[in-house]
């Protein structure tokens, strides 16, 4: 497939991009700095600011899919989702965030006292950028949450999928690496499963 990925240089962008890479797949990688994208098979760098709706749409045109994996607060969701609205690109893919999981009936996780403070206005803010999504009519999305905890580990291909409740292991941790992360992001994107709805991945 031609994928746009948006946030190729990040922590999680850079292994949605070595997954794409492996996978065979030709990526247009989308950075302010493109000299931070990693060199890989089948990527093509490119630089764009995330705050220009014309500049993203036309470096999504063209592609099967458009993936965004910016921060929430380093980008405007209504300028990316209507980017990839005027893109036409058949899919929209977003890098969630875990904080609005539910872990209780009617209770996100960044509602809990043991929220990070640090943290939570990149939380509210991707729980803002959903809500924006499920009121996108016409735009074939899926947003995948992390667990409570993603962070750079191995790529094992072992892990559990699920809906809007925050996942938890048998010790009770939340926890999901950034490589297989971005398998079951990938995993989506090649044989979609979670059509206009928001998942999760943990262990």
Do not use: C
Not at 102 to 119: H, M, S, W
Not at 168 to 173: E, H, L, P, S
Request: no cysteine.
């Amino acid at each position: 497939m031609k994928v746009a990925l948006l946030g190729a240089s990040g922590m999680v962008g850079s292994r949605i991009l070595a997954e794409l890479s492996r996978r065979g797949h030709q990526v247009t990688a989308l950075a302010r700095n493109p000299g931070k994208i990693a060199a890989l098979p089948g990527v093509t760098p490119k630089a764009v600011d995330a705050f220009d709706q014309a500049a993203l749409a036309a470096a999504f045109s063209g592609h099967d899919a458009a993936i965004s994996a910016v921060h929430f607060t380093a980008s405007d969701p209504a300028v990316l989702i209507g980017a990839a609205k005027a893109s036409n690109v058949a899919r929209y893919l977003v890098v969630g965030g875990a904080g609005s999981l539910e872990v209780a009936p009617g209770k996100a996780l960044f509602d809990t006292p043991e929220f990070p403070a640090i943290y939570l206005q990149e939380a509210k803010a991707g729980g803002a950028f959903l809500d924006l999504l499920k009121a996108a009519a016409a735009l074939d999305w899926s947003f995948l949450s992390p667990s409570a905890l993603i962070s750079p580990g191995g790529r094992t291909g072992k892990f559990r999928l699920g809906t809007d409740q925050l996942l938890v292991d048998a010790n009770g941790k939340s926890a999901i690496s950034a490589e297989d992360y971005a398998i079951a992001f990938v995993d989506e994107l090649e044989a979609p499963k979670h059509s206009r709805q928001r998942f999760t991945v943990g262990y």
